[in-house]
């Protein structure tokens, strides 16, 4: 038994450890499991849908084992609908709420989508979406206007498994991104996933944001490396490709189910054990909502349950608060009998553990008896949820694969005598996961505030959708000694003599002001310490509500890549700022790094679709993480706010396929002519001089920029979330080793062509010196008449050198700003023929790529590649024909060379391309 048990743990793991946001999906003999598809609670109950939605998974579960060739079906799926429907007989009844971490979400539309699937996708290449997104009316009229929009819907939605399960990316363009404009449309597309083959070549040449982001790998050499198929590379012969369904109903009003277990061992002694307890007090009598239900268990060489499952009321917090530990029990932590007493606790009453919470508090390693490995089937079986609060470096490092081996939530916390309020916020992050997201808490703020002199004061805004069970809190050590006064934007008075405002000045260490409806607008918070008391800081946080759910705020919220990091690995932290699917733009967003040891880091997130994020205006601001000291865990908060410059979209833009409208002879579709997707005001035109010429055909000053996206001036806001912690191991400071990041938005500004000299002006976001971090220190371009030599070949090309700059330098500008090149494009370049089409054609093709490097001469990927076109210059009789520029690519590949030349010319017409009145510009 004990073989098996770690057979599946180590299958288990190996599935985990590239999972980012895809939780508990696994794949058994090719068939996929535990997928979730959740309804909204608004979703009006129809037995109809229901019937649709089994029969398009069904149908798309033939699709997807006829496109990854018979290596992968549909075999388990959960669905789960709200409480507000009615219960049924075939509807297990569960304590848990599905859908804020589903696989498949129905919902009301995102009104950037309408009805049409798409899949929030904010990773890199390979890497796997958060969820895909389906509306009841897509799945309700399957077999009616469904089925005359999309005509095969099964199609669609596999696509969209693409994008959520492989990381895969869309194959044509967008009006809304300037980086990969609408390109081309091939009617069959979703029939397979393209590949290296004749009658399914992946298009290496079209400008789409696969090719840029998975550096113009196929589509399906990327879905063969996932881990799914690259571990199970075989055709699998199902007796049936027909899923099984489960039908779950959320109970009613549920509040969440938690255990909390708390190490007690020796290593918790002194400040830690303190801590802890108060801050596990201020959960039981301030944070869990009434109607929850909370069990108790001490850990140290041995568990005990202290406090069985008790539903919260007034009247239980007592019990429950008097149930905490507070006394050192000598002895290392034997998690694992933690955990096996956790389930327990959580099986008391007779029901399943299944949604169950359990919240791990730890500081110790565990104890070599108890292994928490051990307990990983188990947990997972049962499907019981593991949130961890570490303190300090020592605690085991299985932990992390706890975390995500029951899509859980990591959070650190290094320093016992700072940052009071971090595992509050901790706390807050793990109850609010059980609710609804419209009804959940928004923290404004948690920040420290210094009292330099006797008295200081925090202005904080409370934006007008809020205001409903608003908390402020203040915690010090001498809270004592620290008088709190409220000031609302109407001028009323919150201080000791209000009802709404509680001091514990014994336990808890803390003043709480709690107002049921808070005033809207600027409030005003004046700290004083009192005489000559020394207190120098009081940590502050802000929690409210929204006053109507039907009326959304701003919300932020965080998460991790990774979470297990072996240098020089990096992650990358991701901060969504939404008012329900709808992206607010142009906040000013930044991540705090708390290391181990030291001081923290801030690093600023972009949305701009460059380095990390992979898409600009989407709402998700992305950044790297590449600022470590030593090994140990790194605790990550976000915080986000409007300086004035914030606008609210109409819905949100993510990968999502374009709908194809039924054809009455499917058999005679084809390839809309790519010219008819492009109006001739879709095209830029240039003259000869560096002035621009708009589409209308008026002057400007600069060359044409991608337009940021419209949207309606949001209100000032202030927003803090908790992205969680990772551990790092294998640091070593000695050596660079980390890489400038890609560039990935390099694209042609302008060209030029007189005398016989050809001038191209660059345009692309300059990269760091590790990733996005610090200044790269030069920039090298190269180019080739033959695309795949850029792509194969380019460290064997020349780069250029200042006698070939005309404006502009090769040495990299700081990261993140805008930097331009104009540069003369040697004739042994552009008289090469190989990419045109005939001998006899007037064009000759340029393509440019390039990458950056640092004072370690680590080099980073070459960049995606654009396209010059170039009016051919007639070479005089006495010119010497330059040969050696043909030797590339030909030799021994001569047959493929000439199989490469006629797909490119029959996929010419596939290729945007914009035209000047001296020559054509493509991205690629």
């Not at 209100?715 to 070593?732: I, Q, V, Y």
Request: aromatic residues 8%; glycine residues 6%; neutral net charge.
């Amino acid at each position: 038994m004990r073989s098996k048990e770690n057979g599946l743990r180590l299958i288990l793991l190996v599935i985990y450890c590239v999972m980012s946001s895809v939780a508990l999906i696994s794949i058994e003999n090719g068939g996929y499991r535990d997928i979730v598809i959740a309804l909204h609670r608004n979703v009006p109950e129809d037995e109809q849908l229901i019937t649709n939605l089994k029969e398009l998974i069904t149908e798309a579960s033939i699709y997807l084992n006829k496109t990854t060739k018979g290596q992968a079906y549909y075999k388990d799926i959960t669905i789960a609908v709200p409480s507000s429907w009615s219960s049924k007989p075939d509807y297990e009844t569960v304590s848990k709420n599905y859908f804020h971490n589903a696989d498949v979400r129905i919902d009301h539309q995102n009104v950037y989508y309408q009805n049409n699937p798409y899949t929030l996708q904010p990773g890199g290449c390979g890497e796997s979406g958060q969820y895909i997104h389906l509306t009841p009316k897509f799945v309700k009229e399957f077999h009616t206007k469904t089925l005359e929009i999309y005509e095969n819907a099964e199609r669609y939605l596999v696509h969209e498994w693409a994008h959520l399960r492989y990381g895969v990316f869309d194959e044509y363009g967008s009006s809304a991104d300037s980086n990969h404009p609408p390109f081309y449309q091939q009617c069959d597309m979703i029939a397979r996933f393209c590949d290296h083959t004749e009658d399914n070549r992946h298009n290496v040449l079209a400008p789409t944001k696969h090719n840029t982001l998975c550096e113009y790998q196929p589509t399906w050499t990327v879905i063969k490396k996932h881990p799914d198929l690259s571990q199970h590379a075989r055709k699998v012969a199902p007796f049936s490709t027909k899923p099984s369904f489960r039908m779950v109903r959320t109970k009613d009003g549920i509040n969440g189910r938690y255990v909390l277990i708390m190490d007690v061992s020796t290593n918790m002694a002194g400040k830690p054990i303190n801590l802890v307890h108060r801050a596990a007090t201020r959960f039981v009598e301030d944070m869990i909502p009434d109607g929850a239900q909370l069990g108790v268990v001490s850990l140290s060489s041995n568990a005990i349950i202290l406090h069985n499952l008790t539903r919260v009321n007034g009247t239980t917090r007592k019990n429950l608060k008097n149930s905490l530990p507070l006394t050192i029990t000598p002895g290392t932590a034997a998690i694992g009998r933690g955990l096996n007493e956790g389930l327990t606790v959580l099986k008391s009453q007779g029901e399943s553990a299944e949604g169950g919470i359990i919240i791990l508090v730890t500081d110790g390693e565990e104890n070599a008896d108890s292994n928490v490995s051990e307990m990983l089937p188990k947990l997972m079986q049962e499907k019981v949820t593991v949130n961890t609060i570490t303190l300090g470096n020592k605690a085991t490092k299985q932990l992390e694969d706890l975390i995500k081996s029951t899509s859980g939530k990591g959070f650190f916390f290094a320093d016992t005598n700072g940052r009071q309020l971090t595992l509050d916020s901790a706390y807050m992050d793990i109850v609010a996961s059980q609710e609804d997201e419209e009804s959940r808490p928004i923290q404004i703020a948690d920040t420290i505030i210094q009292l330099i002199s006797h008295v200081a004061e925090k202005r904080i805004f409370l934006d007008k959708e809020l205001g409903k069970n608003t908390v402020f809190t203040f915690v010090s050590h001498q809270i004592r000694d620290v008088i709190v006064i409220l000031r609302s934007p109407n001028g009323q008075i919150y201080n000791s003599n209000s009802s709404e405002f509680t001091k514990d000045s014994q336990v808890k260490l803390r003043i709480l002001v709690k107002i049921p409806n808070a005033e809207t607008g600027q409030w005003i918070a004046e700290i004083k310490r009192i005489g000559g008391s020394s207190v120098a800081v009081v940590y502050f946080s802000l929690f409210s509500e929204p006053k109507d759910i039907v009326i959304q705020p701003i919300r932020l919220r965080s998460w991790l890549s990774e979470i297990q990091l072996t240098y020089p690995s990096y992650a990358k932290v991701y901060a969504e700022v939404k008012r329900g699917y709808s992206a607010v733009i142009g906040a000013a967003v930044k991540a705090t790094i708390h290391p181990p040891t030291g001081s923290p880091v801030h690093v600023f997130l972009r949305d701009n679709g460059v380095g990390p994020d992979v898409t600009s205006n989407d709402g998700i601001y992305s950044g790297f993480l590449t600022q470590f000291n030593s090994n140990g865990r790194y605790a990550i908060e976000t915080h986000a706010i409007n300086e004035g410059s914030a606008k609210v979209t109409q819905g949100s833009k993510s990968s999502s396929l374009i709908p194809i409208t039924n054809s009455k002879n499917p058999k005679g579709r084809g390839k809309i002519d790519a010219s008819a997707t492009f109006p001739k005001d879709d095209f830029i035109v240039y003259k000869k001089s560096s002035q621009s010429i708009t589409p209308g055909g008026k002057p400007t000053e600069k060359p044409l920029r991608s337009m940021t996206s419209g949207g309606e001036p949001a209100e000032m806001f202030e927003r803090t979330s908790n992205a969680g912690a990772l551990r790092l191991d294998s640091f070593f400071p000695e050596v660079d080793v980390m890489p400038p990041a890609r560039v990935t938005d390099l694209k042609i500004i302008s060209l030029e062509q007189e005398n016989n000299i050809n001038l191209v002006t660059l345009r692309w976001t300059s990269p760091g010196d590790d990733l996005d971090i610090g200044n790269a220190s030069s920039i090298d371009l190269r180019a080739s008449g033959i695309m795949k030599n850029l792509i194969s070949y380019f460290h064997e090309l020349d780069s250029f050198n200042e006698s070939l700059l005309i404006k502009g330098s090769l040495t990299p500008l700081p990261p993140g700003e805008e930097q331009e090149l104009t540069v003369k494009i040697p004739d042994t370049i552009h008289n090469v023929d190989a990419n045109n089409c005939s001998m006899e054609s007037n064009y000759t093709d340029v393509y440019l790529s390039l990458r950056a490097l640092d004072d370690s001469n680590n080099k980073g990927k070459i960049s995606n590649i654009v396209a010059a076109h170039f009016r051919r210059v007639p070479r005089t009789e006495d010119e010497p024909v330059q040969w050696w520029p043909y030797a590339v690519g030909i030799g021994a590949a001569a047959i493929v060379f000439f199989i490469i030349i006629i797909f490119s010319c029959n996929n010419k017409s596939e290729v945007k391309e914009v035209y000047t009145e001296s020559s054509i510009v493509s991205s690629v």
